[in-house]
């Protein structure tokens, strides 16, 4: 294969940052398309891969049987170059409290498109800044894709903070052979508001506090229909996590059935009423925007709505520069056609015509 038959990518566009590989990836593996990504990581400091970066890229690397170049620490440049993907089961440890989720982002796309089924423990943090909680995958994404004709299945087998992480994420899924397009368009108003705040190795009160603060604020806002559980672990619990750590996600159901997320995770030195409250606070911004996407899912919806088959829309609380950069990445690799409506930062609309990928299957001689 020669240098010609390589897409190459610049990994500074739009935000330049992990998502550019991440989703790059994905699509190759997913369309066995070779590619060469340079630049990675350009807008970050310190630029290049991360290790968890390196895992995800060998995560999706193990499924498509890649050969990939320039995977280490620091490296701004990687080719990687599928060949099949083949299913089976694995295990991968970010080896730091790098994002379990951030992980999935690259290899369950992959893993849709497999041979067969696939079965895979991700082992790091679950919970982390700057990134989608296990919960979110679970309780938002999941049910869209489902929607969409995937079957994935994820279990949390013990909680991952900062600095250790050491959580345990399994995923399992059965292969598509296509992806049906999705329209989430209409705001039907909130049925109900639950959602989650838990703790590792911390008193009690602490998740008591956060779901309190959350809401009163809520209260505050005309959202009196609300029930937030605890989840309070200990040491002898086995989802409990080897560090301390804390955090509350608020769930939002439509009428018809959508989510709209918000969370907030606990830090050193911060009240745990300030968490719940940011929460909450982000969660009215979102609601009262009236669209039935969230921001988060706004960005993780684009790499399945550009592989899906056929004209895919939705409304988003926010447009983000996260979604605009994975956009641009689905445009250059798949040739998928966007449309975005609104600026960043506002509510916006966003239609897709997917390129309606297909699942391969590997047969003998």
Same mark, same amino acid.
Request: glycine share 10%; charged share 25%; proline share 5%.
């Given at each position: 294969?020669?240098?010609? *038959? =390589?897409?190459?990518?610049?990994?500074?566009?739009?935000?330049?940052?992990?998502?550019?590989?991440?989703?790059?990836?994905? @699509?190759?593996?997913?369309?066995?398309?070779?590619?060469?990504?340079?630049?990675?990581?350009?807008?970050?400091?310190?630029?290049?891969?991360?290790?968890?970066? &390196?895992?995800?890229?060998?995560?999706?690397?193990?499924?498509? *049987?890649?050969?990939?170049?320039? @995977? $280490?620490?620091?490296?701004?440049?990687?080719? !990687?170059?599928?060949?099949?993907?083949?299913?089976?089961? %694995?295990?991968?440890?970010?080896?730091?409290?790098?994002? %379990?989720?951030?992980?999935?982002?690259?290899?369950?796309?992959?893993?849709?498109?497999?041979?067969?089924?696939?079965?895979?423990?991700?082992? /790091?943090?679950?919970?982390?800044?700057?990134?989608?909680?296990?919960?979110?995958?679970?309780?938002?994404?999941?049910?869209?894709?489902?929607? &969409?004709? #995937?079957?994935?299945?994820?279990?949390?087998?013990?909680?991952?903070?900062?600095?250790?992480?050491?959580?345990?994420?399994?995923?399992?899924?059965?292969?598509?052979?296509?992806?049906?397009?999705?329209?989430?368009?209409? !705001? $039907?108003? =909130?049925?109900?508001?639950?959602?989650?705040?838990?703790? #590792?190795?911390?008193?009690?009160?602490?998740?008591?506090? &956060?779901? +309190?603060?959350? $809401?009163?604020?809520?209260?505050?806002?005309?959202?009196?229909? %609300?029930?937030?559980?605890?989840?309070?672990?200990?040491? *002898?619990?086995?989802?409990?996590?080897?560090?301390?750590?804390?955090?509350?996600?608020? !769930?939002? +159901?439509?009428?018809?059935?959508?989510?709209?997320?918000?969370? $907030?995770? /606990? +830090?050193?030195?911060?009240?745990?009423?300030?968490?719940?409250?940011?929460?909450?606070?982000?969660?009215?911004?979102?609601?009262?925007?009236?669209?039935?996407? *969230?921001?988060?899912?706004?960005?993780?919806?684009?790499?399945? %709505?550009?592989?899906?088959?056929?004209?895919?829309?939705?409304?988003?609380?926010?447009?983000?520069?996260?979604?605009?950069?994975?956009?641009?990445?689905?445009? +250059?690799?798949? /040739?998928?056609?966007?449309?975005?409506?609104?600026?960043?930062?506002?509510?916006?609309?966003?239609? #897709?015509?997917?390129?309606?990928?297909?699942?391969?299957?590997?047969? /003998?001689?």
């Amino acid at each position: 294969m020669g240098a010609e *038959d =390589i897409f190459s990518l610049d990994g500074s566009i739009g935000e330049g940052g992990g998502q550019v590989l991440r989703t790059a990836i994905a @699509l190759s593996a997913m369309m066995l398309k070779p590619i060469r990504i340079y630049n990675i990581r350009a807008k970050r400091s310190p630029q290049g891969l991360r290790p968890q970066h &390196m895992t995800a890229v060998k995560a999706v690397a193990w499924l498509a *049987d890649a050969d990939v170049k320039g @995977l $280490s620490v620091g490296s701004s440049e990687v080719v !990687f170059i599928p060949k099949r993907l083949r299913g089976g089961k %694995t295990t991968f440890d970010a080896g730091t409290a790098g994002s %379990t989720t951030l992980i999935l982002q690259s290899l369950m796309p992959a893993m849709a498109f497999a041979e067969e089924r696939v079965e895979a423990e991700i082992r /790091g943090g679950t919970n982390n800044p700057m990134a989608p909680t296990f919960e979110y995958l679970s309780y938002v994404l999941l049910p869209v894709l489902r929607q &969409m004709g #995937c079957n994935f299945s994820l279990e949390l087998m013990r909680r991952g903070f900062y600095p250790r992480g050491q959580g345990i994420v399994r995923v399992r899924s059965e292969p598509v052979d296509y992806l049906k397009p999705i329209r989430l368009t209409e !705001f $039907s108003g =909130i049925e109900k508001i639950s959602g989650i705040s838990y703790s #590792c190795r911390l008193p009690g009160h602490i998740a008591e506090r &956060m779901a +309190r603060s959350a $809401s009163k604020f809520l209260s505050a806002n005309g959202y009196e229909n %609300t029930d937030i559980s605890l989840e309070v672990l200990q040491a *002898d619990a086995p989802k409990c996590s080897v560090d301390p750590g804390c955090g509350i996600i608020l !769930f939002a +159901r439509t009428k018809d059935g959508n989510i709209i997320a918000s969370d $907030s995770l /606990g +830090r050193l030195g911060v009240p745990a009423e300030k968490i719940g409250e940011e929460a909450a606070a982000d969660l009215v911004k979102q609601l009262n925007a009236k669209a039935p996407v *969230d921001k988060h899912l706004g960005d993780q919806l684009v790499i399945w %709505t550009a592989i899906a088959k056929g004209h895919s829309e939705y409304r988003v609380t926010e447009l983000t520069l996260h979604t605009l950069t994975g956009i641009e990445v689905c445009k +250059r690799l798949t /040739g998928a056609e966007f449309v975005v409506e609104g600026t960043i930062g506002e509510p916006g609309r966003i239609y #897709c015509k997917g390129i309606g990928l297909t699942r391969k299957v590997a047969r /003998g001689d």
